[in-house]
């Protein structure tokens, strides 16, 4: 049971591994913020879709099952939009029209046909609330870096020393790309030493 | 009334200069996943502009006439999902009907459309710009364009790569984003065309 919650947070990780959801990804994380938020979005609606399809995946006929699982997600992304823009309004203006696209996530859709869809609602649950802290992980990361080197800051906080020139170009998208490909890389550097050190012993 | 010159400069910009995949990120799943041969993207690029230019006609007409004047954007998101399911569908069944040749080239990239967030991203940009319906129909086009230019820009680098000595970490996807990202910067040069 475990495994299904560990696995979307290193192994399965969605954003550095299976490099899903690259338009969420990549267009909010000019801030870590900004990253933050859309994690939690992309959370919520995961575990909420996730359950309700494994819930009533046994009275969904299979030719359909495409059609009705995304208009499910479609639902409860309508509900986070409107949450975010009762409560978060300056957060949800930000994000602009990137909250409604969480609907085409490609995670979303993949987490509900590969697992929700075979398996019971507290298995479901777990797989979600693992894929989508993982993926709100990365986004935090990618969006501290281009934070930091962008606008010298963290969270809002400055960080950088008071002459430190911003870098431009991390906030633009050309920066967005080759950041998230150089975390790519450390990923799986960091990934392939674990795995020998895990053969050693 | 538009002027013709104000539709080119939306074709212009929806294609070059706010690139969708190289500036809003926009089916970018596709742009990693197949761009791996021109041949199949220039097929994956084509069937994409066909569904572009007529979902951004079918859900103007939804949304004007539709959805505004009976209170029910909030249901919009559901609504324009399934516009597009259904006419990934529909375009799929007409092709096939009346020209099999282009369903045969066509053929397997039709399903993939629906899941590319390029579609719903230009249809959530056109309601969000106020966009009249001919500039609807032009921006639609555009951004099929801008698609699939990138698109086969991007295979044409990832067939050289195949020969090139990548580090091995980077190999695959990491690489992939990285020249994405050159490209992105290759594409701001255009910035100057047009202004805003």
Redesign the interface.
């Known amino acids: 049971m475990i495994k299904d919650f560990v696995k979307g947070l290193w192994r399965e990780n969605p954003v550095f591994v299976q490099v899903l959801g690259m338009c969420p990804t990549l267009a909010v994380t000019t801030k870590a913020l900004f990253g933050l938020s859309m994690g939690m979005a992309t959370l919520f609606v995961l575990v909420s879709s996730g359950m309700v399809i494994s819930a009533i995946r046994r009275f969904v006929p299979r030719q359909v099952r495409i059609p009705i699982f995304t208009v499910i997600i479609a639902t409860f992304v309508t509900a986070a939009d409107y949450f975010l823009k009762a409560n978060f309004y300056e957060i949800s203006k930000a994000l602009g029209p990137y909250v409604p696209l969480i609907v085409v996530n490609c995670i979303i859709l993949g987490r509900a046909e590969a697992f929700a869809s075979k398996h019971g609602v507290a298995r479901s649950f777990l797989d979600a609330a693992g894929m989508g802290i993982g993926f709100t992980l990365a986004l935090i990361v990618l969006g501290s870096v281009r934070e930091l080197l962008g606008s010298g800051t963290v969270f809002g906080y400055r960080v950088m020393w008071a002459g430190f020139t911003d870098w431009i170009i991390m906030v633009l998208p050309a920066g967005a790309f080759i950041t998230l490909g150089l975390l790519v890389g450390v990923f799986n550097m960091m990934d392939k030493r674990f795995m020998k050190r895990a053969e050693e012993k | 009334m538009n002027t013709f010159e104000e539709l080119i400069l939306i074709f212009i910009a929806a294609s070059i200069t706010n690139n969708f995949v190289?500036?809003?990120?926009?089916?970018?799943?596709p742009f990693?996943g197949v761009s791996n041969s021109i041949d199949s993207s220039i097929g994956l690029g084509a069937a994409t502009t066909f569904v572009m230019t007529i979902a951004a006609t079918v859900t103007w007409i939804i949304y004007h006439y539709l959805l505004a004047p009976y209170n029910l954007v909030?249901?919009q998101?559901?609504v324009f999902?399934?516009v597009i399911?259904s006419l990934v569908q529909f375009v799929e069944m007409v092709i096939r009907k009346i020209s099999p040749p282009l369903y045969r080239a066509l053929g397997i990239y039709l399903p993939l459309i629906?899941?590319?967030?390029a579609?719903?991203?230009l249809t959530?940009?056109m309601v969000?710009r106020n966009y009249t319906f001919l500039e609807s129909v032009v921006f639609g086009l555009g951004a099929g364009v801008g698609f699939t230019l990138a698109l086969v820009i991007m295979a044409g680098i990832r067939e050289e790569l195949a020969f090139c000595d990548i580090?091995?970490?980077?190999k695959g996807?990491?690489?992939?984003?990285?020249?994405?990202?050159?490209l992105?910067?290759a594409f701001?040069g255009f910035g100057g065309i047009i202004s805003g």
């Open positions: 190289l500036t809003y990120f926009l089916g970018i799943c990693i909030f249901l998101y559901v999902i399934i399911a629906t899941t590319n967030c579609i719903l991203g959530l940009f969000l580090p091995e970490p980077l996807s990491g690489i992939t984003l990285i020249i994405a990202g050159m992105a910067l701001m």
